[in-house]
């Protein structure tokens, strides 16, 4: 089964600097999807990114962008300018496109990072 | 449409009582998902919906578990003979089509005592 490993419990951030964080993959599988969510305190979870595996170009939604290393089963998420609503849980998530494997049409999630981002 | 809708918000129950969850999904999404998540942890695939099929339930899901989506609209899943170790928050979340992430709820937060 594929597993999703995020290192970084939590991290901190100063209002508008960047920081990146750290997502590792493990599979075996050539179809899949990786996806960053983000979930405030008491919020609901929302999508931020989303990269297709056979897509070599790293996905960008404004101030977030990945660094997606297909050889190292590395997705790092990058945020830009932070701001105070950017402070959150985030999720690193795999989904896997490869009919009749384990994990085919459902997302598997990591640990999650806290982010604290401070005025 | 105004996204995924679940009921209730919260449910406090006491050990050994049934519990039903209802989730509304985006009404043109397809595919509808449960998923558990505790404290300070990431979310875990409980089951999954195409249409009203159930097409994978997890091993977590014990026997006091079970989900429906009649007519491949709302779904409900219900836990019977609760366990404290059911606390936990219950999302649901739907998609339209493969790999293009899912639209979450904003959970039924379940606590047994």
């Known amino acids: 089964a594929q597993t999703v490993t995020q290192s970084q419990p939590e991290m901190s951030v100063q209002e508008a600097e960047t920081v990146t964080l750290s997502c590792t993959y493990d599979t075996s599988e050539s179809d899949y999807y990786l996806f960053w969510y983000k979930q405030p305190p008491s919020r609901q979870m929302i999508l931020v990114i989303r990269q297709e595996a056979y897509k070599q170009q790293n996905a960008t939604e404004n101030r977030f962008s990945v660094n997606f290393q297909k050889a190292a089963k590395s997705f790092s998420l990058k945020i830009s300018d932070s701001q105070l609503g950017d402070a959150a849980m985030y999720f690193c998530a795999y989904f896997s496109g490869n009919a009749g494997g384990t994990s085919y049409g459902k997302l598997t999630f990591g640990q999650g990072t806290i982010l604290t981002v401070h005025p | 449409d105004t996204g995924v809708s679940q009921d209730p918000r919260h449910k406090i129950t006491k050990r050994g009582q049934n519990v039903t969850f209802r989730c509304d999904p985006i009404s043109e999404h397809n595919r509808l998902y449960w998923y558990r998540q505790t404290l300070g942890q990431g979310p875990e695939f409980l089951t999954y919906f195409q249409n009203e099929a159930q097409l994978e339930k997890s091993r977590l899901l014990s026997d006091r578990f079970s989900a429906e989506r009649p007519k491949g609209s709302f779904s409900t899943l219900e836990i019977q003979r609760t366990e404290q170790g059911d606390s936990a928050m219950y999302l649901c979340?739907?998609?339209?089509?493969?790999?293009?992430?899912?639209?979450f709820g904003s959970g039924t937060r379940l606590t047994v005592v």
């Open positions: 979340a739907s998609s339209l089509a493969m790999g293009y992430g899912y639209t």
